[in-house]
């Protein structure tokens, strides 16, 4: 077997399992730093319910995000050796700074925050789990910076065999890394609104522990309409940089073959790569991927036969992965809207509330789903234009990396089944009684 | 001092540091089954550390981050030639945090049975392979010019790193005895207590042979002989040491507990200063090498990264200090009554 291969399986097993809980920790825990601040401003012990309640949910699923995401850092020595080498000058920096500056302070501020109920302020609590909820949102922050100068590398030079830095600022200013930043956040709170929609959803179908979910959904409501509005937009501008820098990235994600002007869209194809065509293609849209990569009907969209084959990369996933996303994100839009026009009467329209239950796992497929498409898509380089995925793997035996790849795939599918499973237990448990 | 060997010493100080305050951790872990009697006193032996492990584990992200940021040769390098015990120290790590969350959340004694292994193997295992690696990293690791391993993962656990192994343990066992000196009361304290003094007397004739056989399985020493004045590194490490043992029998704890962070940050340095300016030396061929010279990022890295580190470092132990001088007291009743407490 492949060692590149074997790597690439593990890194995408590793990072997909843990992008399971990043997005929840950093949504629900600003939700819940405002519901423990309405406990404080009010001293209505609902909000205190509410805090308790998602705040259990929250620890398990942090725990999983904690541990998952040290093997990442490490990952990139064991496996990709030679991608550390060769752009540690830029990237490694990043990674550590995210420790120092972030890092630190969310894993010794939820310490505080889990232990420290009896014995500070409930003002000073409140005000731990800000700090906490900052510092994940920040650490995403470096993450995304790390991950924008694979997609769209600046700031540097090809000096001494290696990538190394010359300019700070551009990297920390990378138009990419700031459209990431500005998607993932708000996505993020998107799925922790519709976690929190979604259980409440659960508990009011059943008419049990009212106040706290009904106070909860009206919380999340409103985070959910304004979010996945605002990750769609930005999502618009990013498929317009994906057009100007990723040429290749934005013929798979839909599937686009031949250079042409008014290039459109197709709802559903089957993409041949051999062939070099779709064998089928269901409902065309002509001229709309012109709009969506240039915001001009007639623009000319460069298609994959253009591109070298050694240069392409594979189609199916991010055709599909696309779709989904976008498919579930308009999905999610309507969900909200609807919600937001009926808050008054959510308690009377049982079905609406079922489909919010139903929902629960989509943003989780919309946000994997959207990795697949800035990854996959930016194949075969690791650092787009500058190193092949392919020469940047480590020189070690494939043996290794199967068995460690094994061993990822065994623990993080039990560990994954427990956490969901004490998640889910807790959450049917509901709240505390009122005292 | 140029910039790199600044570099130098920072990254060999945040390995010191990870390793005195996540060695507690370890070390209260590995006594987990044995000084826990029931499952009270097993609930005050991991509260004793809840608040804090996690924030300690964060100083190995940070000296693996300052390596990948200062030195990403030796960070290529060195894990991937370490490949299969840094992924079972990984592996442990994660069992470890997650046990801490899981074990209390179902009430079932097979369920606490599974967690409490997991809690001592996650304590355990990484205590041991961070000290077979490091020892083997003093003897050097075979690896040519091109940075690619030559050796045998079981080559690892030879007589100085297993040696290396045993000295870690005994070092965070110790660490961890002294803080649940700090943090317990009662039966459980008496027993830690006992323990903490029964764990000194098999450190301190490891640490001598360990110092020994670092002569004969190592050239650690030369930098030693040609500046003598750092013999003093180990004379202050070895005082902290015997200082350990004389705070406990005078039940002063947080000064026992401060003597055994001191006795492993002067151990780390021990190994530390005699690599200078080595960070990977290679068994195969000393040219090969990777040194703070041969191996570091760009002067403006360094400099944009020592910056930050200035700024936020002292920072970060200010909080931690912070949060450790908040949570001294002895775990209570209260404190296991808390809903999320382990």
Redesign the interface.
Known sequence: MDPVFLSRLQFAAATMFHFLFVPLTLGISIIIAYMETKYVRTGDTVYLRMT?FW??LF??NF??G???G??L??Q????W??Y??Y???????L???????A???E??????W??????MSAKAHAAVMWVVAAAGNISGIWILTANGFMQNPVGYAL??G?A???D?FAVLFNYNSILQILHVLPSALVLAAFFIMGISAYHLLKKQHVDVFMGSFKIALPVAVVCSIFVALVGDFHGVNVAKTQPAKLAAMESHWETQTRAPIVMFAIPDEKLEKNTIEVLSLPGLLSFLGFHDFNAEVKGLKDIPRDERPPVLPVFIGFRTMVGIGTLLIVLSLYGWFQRNKIMESPGYLKLILFSIPLPYLAIEMGWVVTEVGRQPWIVYGVLKTADAA???AAT?VL??LI?FIL?YGL?GA??FY?MA??AKKGP?AAH | MELQSIWFFLWGLLWAVFFMTDGFDFGVGTLYPFLGKTDQDKRIMINSIGPLWDGNEVWLLTAGGVTFAAFPKVYAVMFSSLYTPLMLILFALIFRGVAFEFRGKINHEGWKKLWDTFIFLGSFLPALLFGVAFANIFQGIPFDDKGIYHGNTLKLLNPYGLLGGALFVLLFLQHGANWLNIRTRGDLQQRAIDVSQKIWLVLVPVAVIFLVASYFATDLYANYFKTPALFLVILVTVAALFATRIFIAGRRFFKAWFASALTIVGATFFGIIGLFPRLFPSSMDANFSLTAFNASSSPLTLKIMLGVVLVFIPLVIIYQAWSYHFFRHPVTREDLDLEDAY
């Open positions: 308790k705040g259990k620890l398990i725990a999983l904690v541990v998952t040290i093997t850092e490490f990139f020595g064991t496996n050796s030679r550390s080498e752009v540690g000058d830029v990237f490694g920096s990674l550590a700074i995210e420790a120092s500056v890092f630190f302070l894993s010794t501020f939820i310490g505080i889990i232990f420290g109920w009896k014995k000096r001494n290696r190394e830095l010359t700070f480590s020189p070690i290794q068995f460690s061993g623990v560990l427990v956490g004490l237990q807790n505390e």
